[in-house]
């Protein structure tokens, strides 16, 4: 490294053991406290003013020099102050927007798109342990989360998902569905025990259980559009599937909906 030709060697010198003097210098200060104080009960006026010493020696060993101005005394601070002065100010500042953050969060929601699982999502019906794989909701369509679900079909293995769709008598902008798990006529097994029902999200309860009558599952909704009904029966076995939107005998406004 190259040396400055106008460096001075003594102020290089004194930089050296400032630190140590002016520490030096408030210690005494304070052991001169300790042994006037000793055997006495109050701190006296003598007392405060070598702690006040001890205290303006530490400080005056970080200041690099005094200037006299028309305005008074002027201290140029070590760059370490100022350093310090500068990451408390941008801490304050990033905590500061930290809990702007946390605050938009909490009154509007986080926004952004959620990446959608690809592989089988596994569901367990109620009084099974069996796991059954079905796709994740909303893979096919994230608009309607049962597509794609269920095999796509509404007849399988000797079972049928069926639906009727009206308006609701007294609610113009809403319709009644009823939807229907049955045996098919050529079936050789009785459908017997629970169906799931798997609603669309907007449903507050998305998986509905029916008991099995007279070999018909049925359950009856209010919905204001069409969406896709998936259905699970003979304890897993047979899986069903309906989009109500592609049944041109339902009401036009229900399937555009």
Known sequence: MTKDPHENPSTKLFDTIRPWLFSLL????????????????KIDNIDLFFLATAGALL??????????????VTAEMLTGIKNDISNVKQDVSDAKQVARENQLALTGGVGGKVPRATESKAFKLRGSSQELELRDEGEEDPDDTQKGRFGGQPVNNGRELAAVVVPAEGSPNNFKVSLTVSATRDSKEPLTGDVAFFLHETFRKKVRYVSVVGDVARLDLLAYGAFTVGAIADGGETKLELDLSQDPSFPKKFRES
């Not at 408030?26 to 009960?41: E, F, G, P, R, Y």
């Not at 400080?59 to 008074?72: A, H, L, N, P, Y």
Request: net charge positive; aromatic share 6%; hydrophobic share 55%.
């Open 59 to 72: 400080v005056f060993e970080r200041i690099i020099k005094f200037s006299v101005t028309k305005d008074g």
């Open 26 to 41: 408030a210690l005494t200060a304070i052991v001169i406290v300790l042994a006037h104080i000793q055997d006495k009960v």
